[in-house]
């Protein structure tokens, strides 16, 4: 049970880091944080929307659909993850899509 609890600590550590790293405008970095957690569990919904959020920072825009795709297949109940996907929308000016994906956040 220590085990399991000290790989959520560790992910959480890490996307605590990448996190810090995105505020900064460091998005390589925090993008290295996230691919570290998802090395280790892809299906970690988290880890694959702030990788998204890094690659449209870098204009990697159909790497970063993936990923809110992936997150969203992982789970679909979470509201962050569709909002995560509205703002890609809005990023690529399908505001008709992002419009969507905010109201499926809402509910």
Do not use: H
Not at 22 to 41: D, T, V
Not at 58 to 73: I, M, T
């Amino acid at each position: 049970m220590t085990n399991v609890t000290e790989k959520k600590n560790k992910s959480n550590l890490l996307i605590q880091e990448g996190e810090e790293f995105f505020r900064g405008g460091k998005f390589e970095y925090a993008l290295e944080c996230f691919e570290k957690i998802l090395s280790k569990n892809q299906k970690n919904w988290k880890a694959l929307n702030f990788k998204g959020c890094c690659l449209m920072k870098l204009d990697r825009f159909p790497e970063a659909k993936l990923c809110f795709d992936e997150s969203l297949k992982i789970d679909d109940s979470k509201a962050e993850s569709w909002g995560f996907f509205g703002s890609y929308y809005l990023q690529i000016d399908q505001n008709e899509n992002a419009k969507k994906y905010f109201k499926q956040a809402e509910l």
